[in-house]
């Protein structure tokens, strides 16, 4: 279990100026829209607020990351269960705006990123856009390091059979 | 890519004959595409990109839509502290016929809705006391979607994509989302009368926009369970709640889906049947008090925050996060990494563990970490334990140690769909 800093809290304050954009695009890959991702960052420094602004943890980054892992994994929970109440709302559609974006291939890969399960998903957001160490991704899954190399290699071995030949 | 990224192995159990090493160029394709997603979210583009603090909501108001107020006997309610500064700051005047069909077209609604009558409603020039009439059709079994808040100090127009809603079930039991937190109780509707004499089960997620149809939304469906009477009227598809000092239009956006136990409303079963297979199946019992001596245990999200056992206690509130839910016919527990759902049956406040009902969706091969997961991992391996339930904190006794859970919202239902 984390112990707590001794002499020094994170400063909440400078944690949230200096990481909050970092955090919603980690958020964004795994819940894919921008204000679903916004709303799990906030809900983490919401919590931590209400915890008077202390948390245990040696490495900041690393816990408001896996926060956040945490926030996107219950926003995508509660997601299933509003399916379960609801009808599913239509899946986010990116604006014109994003146009950048909107390349066709990388379109594909990102519809096909969101099909995979929510663990290959934060393997590859933790691998693949924040380009962590396989140890430093197993440690904050929690899992083993052979589990993320697994969960990688499925995952992109899923995204190369939905994308077809054209990288196969 | 960064010299100290170490490369992605095969894992040989998935390939035994070696080969399958990660294509490079499907890496490299998929590390473009994520980071071009990443890229794509801005500075500009945030909502929220600076800090506040909590004391400071009356310049940014951070509204915690469901404080979890202990009762004990009951499930409890948990509804906003701020929501009557949410109505007073949306007060945006508008012309509500223009913009409210405006919004009614948008794309992301769930589904089409009728463009709102508003000759069937004269809200604009009523007194937001004055109830509107009796009601003319049944508002069961119907998905209404909150369009409009006419509060004392104006109107604002809740756009569709909030997805603020009541739906009222025929069972007695009502489901509400203010777009941020959903909830669900006991209603009662007598004579267009509507009202919820019990408690309410909320979600405890917060809000610390400024957007005005989302802070109206929250502080209508606020007031709507909060004990309040509403008088109902419906035109068309245009339902109208009154009371309280405010006015509600909702705009019927169709049948209920699944969860739907109104058979006997046939013009709901055959739009049901039109709209081609349910999503899921899920009974909503699974969600309310059934079993005798757990009615102040199902239907809640329990968070595991330390446990006893051999003399010393353990505090457990800490990544991951252990937790319980319960329902009518199924006991499910959950972390980070997995959990496990099984049949039950109770005696009184004591459950004894039956058959596997399967795994959470979000499982991984991994063994419990932690000693939040691994003291709930042993609560199920124990054949039977008794809980103990008062007010937001709940009591499980088990053979070889004793847990402590606090309430966290309404449960999550994680074995839904699986």
Redesign the interface.
Known sequence: ??QPLAAAPPD??AL??DH??DL???A??LVDD??S???VV??V??HL??RGGSF?ADDPLR?LR??VL?GA??TL??R???????????MHVAAAD?A??A?E??QR??AS?AQL???QREV??L???L????AEVAAM????P??V??????A??S??AI?GDR?? | MPDNIDPIEPDPRLRPDGDGLPDPRIEQAVRSAVRARADSVTSASLHRPTYSERRNSGVRPILLTAAAVAAVGGLVIGITLATHRGAEQATAPLNTTATAAAESSRTDSKQPVSPITKSTSPISTAPVDRPPGPISASPVGIHWILAEVNGPKGSTTVRPSIDASLELMSSGVAVLSDGINDMNGRYELTGGQLSFPGNVTSTGAGYAGTDKGQLAAVSAVGTIVSKSQFTLSISGTVMTMAGKGFVLIFHNGGPLGSLNTDASTSTTSAKQSSDGPASSSVDLSSITASQPGLEQVEGVHWVLDSFTAGGGTTDTRAFPAASFEISSSLIGWDYTCGGGTFHYSAVGTTVRIGASAGMPPHTCSQVPAGQGPRAISAMFDATAFTVSASGATLTVTAPAQTLIFHKDGVARLYWVNN
């Open positions: 279990m984390d909440l304050r949230f100026a909050y954009l919603v695009r980690l964004v890959q921008p204000e991702a916004e709303d906030q809900e420094f919401l607020q209400a245990t816990y896996t926060a945490n994994r219950s929970r509660r299933r269960t509003l399916r379960a109440f609801r009808r599913p709302r239509p994003t950048s974006l390349k291939e990388q890969i990102l990123v399960p929510p663990r590859i957001a691998r693949y856009y380009e962590l160490p396989v899954l929690q899992i083993t052979g589990a190399s697994a969960s990688a290699s499925v992109l071995k995204l190369s994308l990288h196969a």
